[in-house]
């Protein structure tokens, strides 16, 4: 099932709560790397939130202005 684009912005807005939630586990061996991981995808995705953001943003406009 697709999502429209505020299901989208939401469920990357839950991704990003979950990756702000998670604890690094220094002990434990590769964690450095799913930090970083972690903290790459959490840019991504508000990227991507900007960008649906932006899209939906000039469709009102567009709606506005016919």
């Known amino acids: 099932m697709a999502l429209n684009r505020t299901e989208l912005?939401?469920?990357l807005h839950e991704l990003i709560?979950?990756?702000d939630r998670r604890v690094p586990r220094v002990e434990r061996a590769?964690?450095?790397a799913?930090?970083?991981?972690?903290?790459?995808?959490?840019?991504k995705a508000l990227?991507?939130?900007?960008?649906?953001?932006?899209?939906?943003r000039g469709d009102r406009n567009r709606l506005r202005s016919s």
């Open 9 to 11: 912005v939401g469920e």
């Open 47 to 56: 990227k991507r939130i900007g960008e649906l953001e932006g899209e939906e």
């Open 30 to 32: 590769g964690e450095a």
């Open 34 to 43: 799913i930090a970083g991981d972690a903290a790459a995808l959490r840019v």
């Open 17 to 19: 709560a979950a990756l």
